[in-house]
């Protein structure tokens, strides 16, 4: 039994997207869109979480060795506006430019939107584009893994940041239902 269940699960990863072929035309986009729906998802927790959050506690760090939670808020926006820039074949910024430039929460809040802002634009770059060659971190990818690795990276950090607001008596947007 222990086998069928993961057998099952690959069946149905591999199975629908297959069967969904013969009955709708695939975007030429999808994959793009694919990513992009994990990341707005993801940069909206950020972004909800960045509001709810007091201003008192945008110096709360859980440990002295972690970002403070301003500190985390600027590095997403920072992290975002750098990683895009390169999805995009931009120049990008530093990556703790916001972080250690940026201070308060409006000022914050106000750089995480217009980084995604700029990210948006990456995101609706077409598949095709995507496929690209760029290099970060020092490491050859293409734009398409750059705009995955943001992602992934708002997602790592809206982890955190549900451990900031659980310990400060707070519900994330992510547990509250409905969203």
Request: glycine share 8%.
């Amino acid at each position: 039994m222990l086998r069928v269940v993961p057998a099952a699960i690959l069946l149905s990863v591999v199975v629908t997207p297959l069967a969904a072929q013969g009955t709708a035309p695939m975007s030429e986009n999808a994959s793009v869109a694919a990513v992009r729906t994990f990341w707005d998802m993801m940069t909206g927790y950020v972004t909800q979480s960045a509001q709810d959050m007091p201003e008192d506690k945008y110096g709360y760090r859980p440990t002295p060795e972690v970002r403070s939670f301003g500190e985390l808020i600027g590095h997403v926006a920072g992290a975002q506006n750098m990683i895009c820039a390169v999805a995009m074949g931009e120049q990008p910024k530093a990556e703790d430019d916001i972080e250690k430039s940026v201070k308060g929460k409006a000022k914050l809040i106000e750089a995480l939107k217009a980084s995604t802002a700029y990210c948006a634009r990456a995101y609706e770059q077409a598949d095709a584009a995507t496929r690209a060659g760029v290099e970060l971190f020092g490491q050859k990818m293409t734009r398409f893994h750059a705009l995955t690795l943001n992602a992934v990276h708002n997602g790592e950090h809206y982890g955190n940041i549900v451990t900031y607001l659980r310990i400060n008596g707070m519900v994330p947007p992510s547990s509250r239902g409905g969203m």
